[in-house]
């Protein structure tokens, strides 16, 4: 059975209350469906070397690929924030090219939800075709 996009968005909210956060106090929680209707959650994880932390989305797909799942239909992410938070720019190219255009699903602290696909925020994105077609002309 599928997952629908509210049961995506109440798992990415549960995800959140692990948040390590300790310095920017940004909680953020994800949760990943594959297209099986398996759900991979993540927190963010912040380190005292804010360059080492790593956030939700990254963590939610790196446990998917890390347990043989390789391809998704949408992740949704919830925050703290009254307004919409999107997605940093890692995290926007590690989706792209790990999870392709998938539906990009917005919560806010309202529970409120905004649906966009990947590749409206990451137009031009960088990935394994952009390799293929440099090999081509040598």
């Given at each position: 059975?599928?997952?629908?996009?509210a049961e995506l968005a109440r798992a990415a909210q549960k995800a959140k209350t692990f948040?390590?956060?300790?310095?920017?106090?940004?909680?953020?929680?994800?949760?990943?469906?594959?297209?099986?209707?398996?759900?991979f959650t993540g927190c963010n994880v912040e380190n005292s070397s804010y360059s080492l932390t790593i956030c939700a989305e990254r963590t939610a797909i790196f446990k998917a690929i890390s347990e043989?799942?390789?391809?998704?239909?949408?992740?949704?992410?919830?925050?703290?924030d009254s307004g919409f938070t999107p997605p940093?720019?890692?995290?926007?190219?590690?989706?792209?090219?790990?999870?392709?255009?998938?539906?990009?699903?917005?919560?806010?602290?309202?529970q409120q939800?905004?649906?966009?696909p990947l590749k409206i925020l990451l137009p031009f994105a960088f990935t394994s075709k952009n390799l293929r077609r440099s090999k081509k002309k040598k």
């Open positions: 059975m599928s997952k629908t996009y948040a390590h956060a300790p310095y920017s106090k940004f909680r953020v929680g994800a949760a990943l469906l594959t297209k099986n209707g398996k759900v043989g799942h390789h391809r998704f239909k949408a992740i949704a992410v919830s925050s703290d940093c720019g890692a995290c926007r190219q590690v989706l792209i090219d790990l999870a392709g255009n998938i539906d990009f699903i917005m919560v806010n602290a309202k939800m905004k649906v966009v």
